[in-house]
T-cell receptor, first 110, second 114 residues
Framework: RKEVEQDPGPFNVPEGATVAFNCTYSNSASQSFFWYRQDCRKEPKLLMSVYSSGNEDGRFTAQLNRASQYISLLIRDSKLSDSATYLCVVNPLGSYIPTFGRGTSLIVHP | NAGVTQTPKFRVLKTGQSMTLLCAQDMNHEYMYWYRQDPGMGLRLIHYSVGEGTTAKGEVPDGYNVSRLKKQNFLLGLESAAPSQTSVYFC?????????????FGSGTRLTVV
């Protein structure tokens, strides 16, 4: 089983739709979690950290479920500019090395 | 505040040639990483450093060497380039691992080996 797994997609949604991605992780001792956004041929950029109590930033909501070992990202009112690949990142406790998922591709169409 | 700067942005090498990719960060970060990204493969860790003067191997270290003589710089070397090393290379840095600071990436180096 891969340490961090994501559905590669693509998720193809119309503007204004709500879309959600999940990311599962295998290391129960994982300590911190992030969602990154990567545009085509660009570097990954931090979208948001994921806190245990869940957190929201505008149209984006991140959740952590430690019992089932997954994190989620919900995007409301999708915009064309949200089209990108979304990477989840997990930091195992005591490790210097973050684990990146392979990403979920989102395409928002008019 | 430039963040993480990678040079060069593009390079074409002939098989067997050598080159050095430079990563510089101005955020006083302790941890630095070199990744390669290939289509369908995600980010794969080549080498990393937890502080000045220290380096360690990642998932795919063969064919690469690194050095971190100064805290702000992390160099990735290819001694004898091979076509299999054609990829996009990203450098990243982090203040602390296991916190909510996250990782800052450079804009990447697109390397083609012919």
């Amino acid at each position: 089983r891969k340490e961090v797994e994501q559905d590669p997609g693509p998720f193809n949604v119309p503007e204004g739709a709500t879309v959600a991605f999940n990311c599962t992780y295998s290391n129960s001792a994982s300590q911190s979690f992030f969602w990154y956004r990567q545009d085509c041929r660009k570097e990954p950029k931090l979208l948001m950290s994921v806190y245990s109590s869940g957190n929201e930033d505008g149209r984006f909501t991140a959740q952590l479920n430690r019992a089932s070992q997954y994190i989620s990202l919900l995007i409301r009112d999708s915009k064309l500019s949200d089209s990108a690949t979304y990477l989840c990142v997990v930091n195992p406790l005591g490790s210097y090395i973050p684990t990146f998922g392979r990403g979920t591709s989102l395409i928002v169409h008019p | 505040n430039a963040g993480v700067t990678q040079t060069p942005k593009f390079r074409v090498l002939k098989t067997g040639q050598s080159m050095t990719l430079l990563c510089a960060q101005d955020m006083n970060h302790e941890y630095m990483y070199w990744y390669r990204q290939d289509p369908g493969m995600g980010l794969r860790l080549i080498h990393y450093s937890v502080g000045e003067g220290t380096t360690a191997k990642g998932e795919v270290p063969d064919g690469y060497n690194v050095s971190r003589l100064k805290k702000q710089n992390f160099l990735l070397g290819l001694e004898s380039a091979a076509p299999s090393q054609t990829s996009v290379y990203f450098c990243a840095s982090s203040y602390l691992v296991g916190t909510n600071y996250g990782y800052t990436f450079g804009s990447g180096t697109r390397l083609t080996v012919v």
